[in-house]
Nanobody, 125 residues
Framework: QVQLVESGGGLVQAGGSLRLSCATSGTFSPNVMGWFRQAPGKEREFVAG????????VYADSLKGRFTISRDNAKNTEYLQMNVLQPEDTAVYYC???????????????????WGQGTQVTVSS
């Protein structure tokens, strides 16, 4: 069974940093993984995505430069480093993965097949 488990969320002051982690189940090694977030009353939105090698990454335009996605395949773990956090970054952050047959990073929620339970990130002003 495919499982994705996020960790690392919490409360941080504006300007601070957090690093989120997403661990996959031992038998699941997706080629494409990503991060999405959803604020109260808002649609779930794309944050970043990454391919197996880590050489191909895609970011939401508004977040590029502050957020960095990476992965450690030996640990079956995906990371999201978030810097210079702002109150508008407050949301539930979700780890996601595409089926193993896909190889391209995409930004649409419906193109991802597996999801973690989410981890809350709250940024205070």
């Amino acid at each position: 069974q495919v499982q994705l488990v996020e960790s690392g969320g919490g409360l941080v002051q504006a300007g601070g940093s957090l690093r989120l982690s997403c661990a996959t189940s031992g038998t699941f090694s997706p080629n494409v993984m990503g991060w999405f977030r959803q604020a109260p009353g808002k649609e779930r939105e794309f944050v970043a995505g990454i391919t197996w090698s880590g050489s191909s990454t895609v970011y939401a335009d508004s977040l590029k430069g502050r957020f960095t996605i990476s992965r450690d395949n030996a640990k079956n773990t995906e990371y999201l480093q978030m810097n210079v956090l702002q109150p508008e970054d407050t949301a539930v952050y979700y780890c996601a993965a595409r089926r193993r047959g896909y190889s391209a990073v995409v930004s649409t929620t419906t193109e991802y097949d597996y999801w973690g339970q989410g981890t809350q990130v709250t940024v205070s002003s």
